[in-house]
């Protein structure tokens, strides 16, 4: 029989399954889920987000500044820094110019800004001066657990670099103990990721505090329209 088929078969087997035991309760989906590695359930949505109006139609580069740690300082971050990078430049909405903690360091004396600290009045126009930027995106780590089940929160906020108004902000928690999250995050690595998992087990991203980084930014740069 050949792989399609095999999977075909398996996907039938699973929905009789779940069809015949739904109404057992949510255990009993999640227990399926983890067996055939299906994504059966709600899925979460983000809901905590703000948007200008008018989305600025000026801002074609966008500096992405390093991840706020805030009490996560012990905690090194280039893994999931980079995955934030990576989608949020598969949006395409803009070039994005990622910037160093070197190179914060080296201009403003601070490798991290937090997205809700005042900021220097020159940071906008210094990195528009080097970078020719027209926004500034910050990322603030809220909540982050390593061990299972793995969790993070995020705060995210898009600033018009020549206004200093906030174009898009979002703040959310990915916390995999909930059904709906651990669901989109594995249906995130069958349909959408190009990274491949282990095995073809989506269930490694509930291991993995750097494989949920990837949903989170994907699930949280997704809302901006």
Known sequence: MSSIANSLLRLTFVFVAASGLFLSGCKTVNSLNSRYDTTLGKKQKITNVHEAEVFPAHLRRVALLPMYKGRYDHIGMALLEENFAQELGKKKLFE???IEPEK????????????????????????????????????????????????????????????????????????????????????????????????QQTQTVL???????????YKLFDTIQ
Not at 207 to 217: D, I, N
Request: glycine share 4%; hydrophobic share 45%; charged share 20%.
């Open 96 to 98: 994005l110019v990622v």
């Open 104 to 199: 914060m360091e080296e201009l403003f004396g601070v490798e991290r800004y937090s997205s809700v600290e005042t900021l220097p009045t020159k940071l906008l126009s210094k990195l528009h001066e080097i970078y020719a930027i027209d926004g500034v995106m910050f990322l603030d780590l809220t909540f982050y657990r390593a061990y299972q089940p793995v969790s993070m929160g995020v705060k995210a906020k898009l600033l018009d670099g020549h206004t200093g108004e906030i174009a898009w902000a979002a703040d959310e928690m990915f916390d995999t103990a909930n059904p709906a999250v651990s669901n989109a995050a594995r249906k995130y690595f069958q349909t959408i990721s190009t990274t491949q998992y282990p095995l």
């Open 207 to 217: 291991h993995s505090a750097t494989r949920l980084s990837k949903y989170v930014a």
